[in-house]
């Protein structure tokens, strides 16, 4: 008798701490990617699209601003943005720029910039479709935010029809950096929020 009560706690013991043992499992929040970044990002894919936004300084237009990481085991190049549901949305040439596997490229990069022109102003969500010459194509929810603050001198890209295609830019020559524990490059939330604070000074002063 005596052992068979020995039994019985020790059962009751294992039984008390499977919940806090099931508990840890598997899946954790500390175990996935945590994007703390200002603008539209996509993983689902092997080419990863980080941060992207549209930076306007004048409504209606604006350039490009993003990180592509091609996480697949080939090469690969953007190669076109479309507008899901707006048929006003037109972009620029794209500049072939090889973006090589386990490697990050910034939008400005790819040659002297995409300009993104159609009916839209800052504050507004475009969803494009960036299409890749692996046959990648993702889908990505772009803000428009304004250029200044952290995005000031972004919009830089060519007029769409202005001088032909876009030709390669003075750091394009370069290889496009290793994507692995890179720190990122691209706007935080915080970023974004004191983007959002200076951006309105003027508008602010002009309302006063």
Known sequence: MHH????VL???ALLLTTPAL??????????RINTVQHGGTNRDASVDLLAVVIVSATEGSGTLSGRI????TDSTELSAVTALDDASVSTGEIASVELASGTALAM???GAGIRVEGDYQAGD???????????????VEVPVVRECGFYDGLDSAPTIGEGGPSGPSETSSESPS???????TEPTDEA??????SSCETEADEAH
């Not at 068979?4 to 039994?7: A, G, I, M, T, V």
């Not at 290793?178 to 990122?184: G, I, V």
């Open 125 to 139: 969500i475009i969803d494009l479709t960036f299409e890749f010459t692996n046959g990648e194509q993702v889908e």
């Open 10 to 12: 020790a059962v009751g």
């Open 22 to 31: 099931s508990s840890c499992g598997f899946n954790l929040a500390t175990d």
């Open 69 to 72: 990481v091609n996480s697949s």
């Open 178 to 184: 290793p994507s692995d524990d890179e720190p990122s």
């Open 4 to 7: 068979r009560s020995k039994l």
């Open 108 to 110: 400005a990069d790819i």
């Open 192 to 197: 974004g929020e004191q983007t959002d604070a």
